[in-house]
C-alpha cells in the first residue's frame, strides 16, 4: 500500500509537464506485470487527468471524445513508478 506522502508526490507529479526522466520505452515489457488495485487520487487530479486526455484525443465526426481515462489514469501511475524508481523504494523496508 502506498503511503499518503507517497501518494502526495505522485498527485503533484501529475501537474508536473516534465517527463523525460527516464525513457520507459526501455523497459522489457516481459518485465513487468498488471496489476489491479484500488488508489485513492484527489478529485483535482483526475479532472486534470480527464482533461488533458480529451485534448490530446480531440473530437470525432460526431463531436464525442474517444478516450479510456481508467486506462489514462492507470498509464500516468504506472508511468511514475517506472520513472521515479518505484523499485528502490519498495526495498527500503522503513517505508512500510
Known amino acids: 500500500m502506498l503511503l ?3 501518494i502526495k508526490k505522485i498527485l503533484s ?7 523525460s526522466r527516464i525513457d520507459t520505452a526501455m523497459i522489457d515489457e516481459k518485465d513487468l506485470i498488471e496489476v ?3 488508489v485513492k487520487i ?3 487530479s483526475l479532472q486534470t487527468i480527464v482533461e488533458n486526455a480529451k ?9 464525442h471524445y474517444r478516450v ?4 489514462k ?3 500516468m501511475i504506472s508511468r511514475f513508478l517506472l520513472e521515479n524508481d518505484f523499485e528502490e523504494f519498495v526495498s527500503d523496508i522503513n517505508n512500510y
Not at 55 to 63: D, F, S
Not at 68 to 71: E, I, M, V
Open 4 to 6: 499518503l506522502k507517497d
Open 13 to 19: 507529479y501529475f501537474h508536473s509537464t516534465q517527463y
Open 36 to 38: 489491479h488495485v484500488n
Open 42 to 44: 484527489t478529485t483535482a
Open 55 to 63: 485534448k490530446i484525443a480531440g473530437r470525432n465526426e460526431k463531436g
Open 68 to 71: 479510456d481515462t481508467a486506462d
Open 73 to 75: 489514469v492507470s498509464e
